[in-house]
């Protein structure tokens, strides 16, 4: 039974520009969350998506945006890329009738020069 | 503004001791209190959780206690071992299902 899994695993990018991260939810979830977790902190909410449709987002720029597919696979994108967003971002998923608590995948390291 | 305090930042241990981590919380509409645990390149595994309701929840060597009045939670690791040396969070769920997490302790446990 696979994980969470994400794509691609470390990403270096140039300010200014434009990122898109990947995700597949663990078998039989339906829910997908993204975290971005900064250097010795804990995970931050950004969004998550439950029918395709954005149902919560946190405190984030709007720069930061997602996207849910049919088969419950999501995309994060970060449009004008800041020094500031680098950091690891963690997709989670979860099933909303067997329980709300987040699995996480491993994320993908985003370094910004 | 931190949501979910979380303490110590670091924590050191020997062989067979009980680290204790600590966490607060203020907004009285959370609901989902779990404890995740996280190794170095790998993303946070959901170690164990308990609802309000409850004061003690325990799996294998790993105990929540909670405290609904004060508003404290707390995990205890009993004979911990060296495996055990990762970084733990606490978290908490608000309404619309979005958790907040504890800013993360590293234990470290010394053979």
């Known amino acids: 039974d696979a994980g969470v899994t994400q794509s691609p695993t470390h990403l270096i990018k140039t300010r200014g520009q434009q990122v898109t991260l990947r995700c597949s939810p663990k078998?039989?979830?339906?829910?997908v969350s993204w975290y971005q977790q900064a250097l010795g902190q804990g995970p931050q909410f950004i969004f998550q998506?439950?029918?395709?449709?954005?149902?919560q987002r946190g405190n984030i720029p709007d720069r930061f945006s997602g996207h849910q597919f049919p088969n419950y696979s999501s995309e994060l994108n970060v449009n004008a890329l800041l020094l500031g967003d680098s950091a690891l971002y963690l997709c989670?998923?979860?099933?909303?009738?067997?329980?709300?608590?987040?699995?996480f995948g491993n994320g993908t390291r985003l370094t910004v020069t | 503004q931190q949501q979910v305090k979380q303490s110590p930042q670091s924590l050191i241990v020997q062989k067979g001791g009980i680290p204790i981590i600590n966490c607060a919380y203020e907004?009285?509409?959370?609901?989902?209190f779990p404890w995740y645990q996280q190794f170095p390149g790998k993303g946070p595994a959901l170690l164990i959780a308990?609802?309000?309701?409850?004061s003690e929840k325990k799996e294998g060597r790993f105990t929540i206690s909670f405290n609904k009045s004060a508003k404290q939670f707390s995990l205890h690791i009993m004979d911990s071992q060296p495996g055990d040396s990762a970084t733990y969070f606490c978290?908490?769920?608000?309404?619309?299902?979005?958790?907040?997490f504890g800013t993360g302790t590293s234990l470290t446990v010394i053979p």
């Open positions: 907004n009285t509409a959370f609901d989902y």
């Open positions: 989670a998923s979860s099933d909303r009738d067997r329980g709300p608590y987040p699995h």
């Open positions: 978290a908490a769920r608000a309404t619309g299902n979005q958790f907040y």
């Open positions: 308990i609802r309000p309701d409850v």
């Open positions: 998506y439950y029918e395709e449709e954005e149902r």
């Open positions: 078998s039989g979830h339906d829910t």
